[in-house]
């Protein structure tokens, strides 16, 4: 299997077995990118493993070779979608640390967005009530993931740890941008830019004035700040 369909850690595999040979996993992507086209157009309640076949041009009997059911299926594309989050934020870092990163909150809004945009399956799903325990832990990990990396961002362009200060206005900013891209995203995968826009400003305006405390703290004191 791809690494963009193996579980984050904590979630629980509930693929029957791991396709290995080249054709089996190409099948598999097929699949999970016919389910995404699915919940994308029709909702998550007219996915079933039928439709997923017939979508995805491939016999019934090969999807239930790897997968028992379509809520199976369901969370092995939600790991494909949390994934990509976790490596748009692993990205951002090394920009960060290679000093390419001008724009912080303009260019992590827009990395966030393109990986909203790519996955308008992802979307039906996580604005819906279909989350498995699996995938509501694998979603929780996913943000404090993402909310880590963002703090190690703000900590590179501060030069110095920012304690738990940092660490809480970085979950923050991350509920913040969920928040507002899941609305801005509701029209079948097209963003509302306006909204976006908006996102950026507000998450401008928090992240001078987190800058511009954390400084004062650490001018005050002659030491790094501390929450």
């Known amino acids: 299997m791809t690494e963009a369909t193996k579980p984050e850690p904590g979630a629980r595999a509930r693929i029957r077995r791991r396709p290995q040979q080249a ?3 190409a099948r ?3 699949v999970l990118a016919a389910a995404d086209r699915l919940l994308s157009r029709e909702g998550y309640e007219a996915l079933t493993v039928r439709r997923i076949a017939e979508e995805a041009g491939v016999p019934i009997g090969s999807i239930y070779q790897f997968y028992p059911d ?8 939600g790991q494909q979608y949390l994934t ?11 920009r960060a640390v290679g000093g390419e990163l001008t ?4 260019t992590m809004v827009d990395v966030y967005a393109e990986v909203f945009r790519s996955q308008p399956g992802g979307m039906v799903l996580w604005t819906g009530r279909h989350l498995s325990p699996e995938l509501a832990r694998a979603d929780e990990a996913s943000n ?3 909310a880590e990396g963002l703090q190690r961002i703000v900590e590179h362009l501060l030069g110095a740890p920012g304690g738990e ?3 809480r206005a970085t979950r923050m900013a991350v509920w913040a941008a969920n928040a507002v891209l899941h609305e801005a995203f509701r029209n079948e995968g097209e963003p509302d830019l306006e909204t976006v826009d908006e996102l950026k400003r507000m998450l401008n305006a928090y992240w001078e004035d987190l800058h511009d405390r954390l400084t004062t703290a650490e001018d005050r ?3 790094p700040p501390h929450p």
């Not at 379509?70 to 594309?77: E, F, I, N, Q």
């Not at 724009?103 to 303009?106: A, F, K, M, T």
């Open 84 to 94: 990509a989050f976790k490596t748009a934020i692993d990205g951002l870092v090394e």
């Open 103 to 106: 724009d912080l909150v303009g």
């Open 221 to 223: 004191s002659g030491a």
């Open 165 to 167: 200060r940092v660490r």
């Open 28 to 30: 598999v992507e097929a």
């Open 23 to 25: 054709r089996s996993r």
């Open 144 to 146: 404090a993931l993402i």
């Open 70 to 77: 379509k809520s199976a299926v369901v969370d092995a594309l």
